[in-house]
């Protein structure tokens, strides 16, 4: 018996396996069955422009279908948004749906693009359409993420579909994952669970091939279904070449979808401790004329499965450079669904003479700089260096919905903003930072261009607002790494600073030579790994994280709600000129824009704006989820107290009312209907601190959190409590805002590269212990007390020593169409 060990990207060993190779002898054949088809096919709005294709593809299929096997059931599903699934064709011999003026082909031909994404609806119909006794292949077709009615929502009633599937032994589900921002994971791990393939076909070419497969599968004689036991063993896979096969599943394993004529194998892998596998006197599979097949069928399995870690380290174990450094970084769909299919090419038509095998184990790139150390660099050097704009817009994919200049009105039309900025120069920009996100694995890169303000009208520039010279500057994120995916490959720079020159080039980025600094330098980010293979985190980082940031929060917004309006280095009036040019006291330009689009549902159906699934991590404790759940300075302010002025109390108050006379609070009587929580724990102290109406010393204990002076605290207190001018007090309430918003991203420095890790691997540091996932219902059964919204509650839950990571899966809209803008 061979064995092998899988190992990390650095070598290391991770774990020791002893293979088990089952010869499986085909079951006895009864009489051919009958067979069915059932296609169902995606027809949710992102289909717009491809499904006239996938149509015609289909009709071919079908008539290859009559002629293989004219007596072949065949139907014919569509599905778009949650509860509109059809059924086109139902039950129907393949030689009536093709027969001439059919009503089966003229219903196929009328599917239309509608909606959003609710796989498990067809699923659930195809399992009803199934029969004992028949052969049945379903084909489930899909372009995007399964997203209504939620992600959550619809991952789990897939789940409980598997489960059903699993039990019909004559029924296997092949996927085909359409385009390359298909969910490729989930459409793999239904294939792997429901004894089929998930296919990756980019083009109609390729879907008439994978459609055509099947076709020639079902026209045969499928062999009956083998069950194929654990005996101990700790993972099982199957793996047939002819059928283009592999399955996996701890204990055992059903083998289905196969003919009997097909070669077919299985593997049971047994885990072993170092020392054991050490004694073990048996050859490593890849050395000398012993197959690394079973370790190939090891990856693919678990890619299939979803355990990326583990498929990749088998990869390492394999030793195929080639195929190692291509797919090391695979994180997101296509990336997987890519790896997926080189695997299972090496896999069935065995090792390209091309590829480069490695004698020893690792990725040769393991110790290069990765992405965010370069990045990190550049950060501490942004003063010094400028980007290539316009060659960065060339291959810059856009993350959001593309936004116009204007306001929308009632009709449709939009009414364009009275002033526009223009940039003074085209093409060079100065970068100003890069900017971790602090709850997704993105990493946004912030530039700025000298504009003029110019009058929309006239097209006359404007140099001054009310005695103010306007010196104003555009800025823009770019997108580096969005969801734990390079979305720069390289940023053209230009370079000022011989010490980053220098710094660059230590790490590799950059080619040994003397700073010019008129030439354009390319960073290039692609090859290298997002983040360090060997990184290693505290697991305390959390450690009283949140409780501070969520006081600081607290204060900070009511000081933000008070300043409304409100300018420390300008007049009322002053401000009043500004706001009529869209500029802010601190001369940030903010024009009123709207998306392109007046209705996003049609948008969405004709495909001009379509969706991604994006992952949040979050941290909170077990009585608040996030600092999210805060309420506002205002909203909480009428929750809890009244605002009187001149007498007559006030439906809405709200902080910027504090500044006119005769302002006095109150205590407000809660309804009975009214259920206090942790942030009214959190937050009232801090109110009644600041209002004057009991003296808890909290908003002291922040100041001094965020480093304020005993000189500045007693300013504070006298700022709040009216004891000096209006201007004064505004004085010190944005310096004061400034100090605890400094304070509070230095909180989120310090976890922001763990959330990154999160977000970017999927996994949670190896020195956080392996804490069991939680779903939404087992975290609220764990912690009663713990609100979790709708938005979370799709959501998996950590409990890392007292404290609540929460991941969850956020539905994103972005336009498909149109070049990036500087309004975006």
């Not at 994952?177 to 004894?195: E, P, T, V």
């Not at 300013?715 to 001018?725: C, I, L, N, P, Q």
Request: charged share 25%; proline share 4%.
């Amino acid at each position: 018996m061979p064995k092998f060990a899988t190992h990390d990207y650095l070598g290391r060993p991770k774990a020791f396996y002893r293979v088990e190779e089952v010869a499986l002898t085909a079951p006895p054949t009864p009489a051919k069955k009958a067979s069915h088809h059932i296609l169902i096919i995606d027809r949710s709005g992102s289909m717009w422009g491809e499904l006239d294709a996938v149509k015609g593809m289909v009709e071919k299929v079908l008539t290859l279908e009559e002629y293989k096997d004219s007596e072949m059931l065949v139907s014919v599903l569509s599905y778009s948004s949650a509860g509109d699934w059809t059924a086109h064709v139902e039950r129907a011999k393949v030689e009536d749906v093709m027969a001439p003026g059919s009503k089966h082909v003229e219903a196929i031909r009328k599917i239309r693009v509608t909606g959003l994404t609710c796989i498990s609806q067809g699923l659930r119909a195809a399992k009803d359409l199934s029969r004992a006794g028949e052969a049945t292949c379903v084909t489930l077709h899909s372009d995007g993420y399964a997203n209504d009615k939620s992600p959550g929502a619809e991952k789990r009633e897939i789940d409980a579909l598997v489960e059903e599937f699993k039990k019909l032994p004559d029924v296997f589900v092949n996927t085909i994952a359409y385009n390359h921002w298909s969910d490729f994971k989930l459409l793999s791990y239904i294939a792997n669970a429901c004894g089929g393939t998930c296919f990756q076909t980019p083009t109609a070419k390729e879907l008439f091939n994978t459609l055509h497969q099947t076709a020639d599968l079902l026209a045969g004689q499928v062999m009956p279904t083998v069950d194929v036991a654990a005996d101990g063993a700790d993972y099982t896979a199957f793996v047939s070449v002819a059928a283009r096969k592999v399955l996996g599943a701890q204990g055992t394993l059903s083998v289905r979808g196969v003919k009997a004529e097909h070669d077919r194998v299985a593997y049971r892998y047994h885990r072993l401790e170092q020392a054991a596998y050490d004694a073990l006197n048996e050859t490593v599979c890849g050395d000398g004329d012993a197959s690394v097949r079973p370790v190939l069928a090891f990856a693919a399995a678990k890619i299939a499965e979803g355990r990326l870690n583990e498929a990749k380290y088998a990869l390492v174990s394999a030793r195929d450079l080639t195929l190692l450094e291509e797919h090391a970084r695979a994180l997101t769909n296509p990336q997987v669904a890519a790896m997926a299919g080189a695997v299972g090419t090496v896999l069935f038509d065995g090792i390209p003479a091309t590829h480069v095998q490695a004698k020893t184990f690792g990725l040769p790139n393991a110790n290069q700089a990765s992405v965010m150390r370069v990045l990190g660099i550049l950060g501490k050097y942004a003063r010094d260096l400028e980007v290539d704009v316009a060659a960065l817009r060339k291959d810059y994919k856009r993350r959001g919905v593309r936004r116009i200049p204007g306001t929308r009105n009632p009709d449709g039309t939009v009414t364009p903003p009275t002033h526009k900025t223009v940039p003074r120069s085209e093409g060079w920009a100065k970068v100003r930072s890069f900017d971790l996100n602090r709850n997704t694995a993105t990493v946004n890169m912030l530039v700025a261009r000298p504009v003029d303000l110019v009058d929309t009208a006239t097209g006359n520039t404007v140099p001054e607002v009310a005695g103010i010279t306007l010196n104003l500057e555009s800025f823009n994120n770019y997108t580096v790494v969005g969801d734990g995916e390079l979305n720069l490959a390289r940023i053209p720079i230009r370079i000022t600073n011989k010490r980053l020159l220098r710094d660059l080039q230590d790490v590799g980025a950059l080619p040994a030579g003397d700073l010019d600094v008129k030439a354009t330098y390319e960073v290039v980010l692609e090859g290298r790994p997002l983040v360090a293979y060997d990184a290693t985190f505290d697991a305390k980082v959390f450690a009283g994280v949140f409780d501070r940031v969520a006081r600081l929060k607290a204060l900070s917004s009511i000081l933000s709600a008070s300043l409304k309006e409100k300018s420390d280095a300008y007049t009322d009036d002053q401000i009043t000129a500004l706001k009529a040019h869209y500029l802010s006291a601190s001369m940030f330009f903010s024009p009123p824009t709207t998306t392109e689009y007046a209705d996003l549902q049609a948008a969405l159906a004709e495909g001009s704006v379509d969706t991604r699934i994006s992952y949040k991590v979050d941290f909170g404790t077990p009585k608040m989820l996030t600092v999210g759940d805060l309420y506002s300075a205002n909203a909480f302010l009428e929750r809890h107290f009244t605002l009187n002025r001149n007498g007559a109390d006030e439906k809405k108050p709200k902080f910027e009312m504090r500044w006119d006379a005769g302002v006095t609070y109150g205590y407000k009587a809660l309804s009975a209907r009214t259920k206090l929580n942790a942030c009214d724990d959190l937050q009232k102290p801090i109110f009644e601190d600041f209002l004057g109406m009991k003296a808890t010393n909290a908003v002291r204990d922040i100041l001094k959190l965020a480093g304020a002076s005993d000189e500045s605290v007693t300013a504070f207190y006298d700022a709040a409590a009216g004891k000096v001018s209006t201007d004064r007090a505004v004085e010190v309430f944005t310096d004061t805002r400034r100090q605890l918003e400094s304070a509070i991203e230095a909180e989120y420095d310090a976890v922001s590269p763990v959330v990154f890790f999160v977000g970017a691997t999927g996994l949670l540091p190896d020195e956080f212990g392996g804490p069991k996932a939680m779903s939404a219902d087992d975290a609220k059964a764990a912690y009663p007390d713990l609100s979790i919204g709708k938005s979370e509650s799709d959501g998996t839950f950590y409990d890392v020593g007292g404290v609540i990571l929460s991941v969850y899966p956020k539905a994103e809209y972005y336009s498909t169409r149109g070049p990036v803008s500087d309004v975006e």
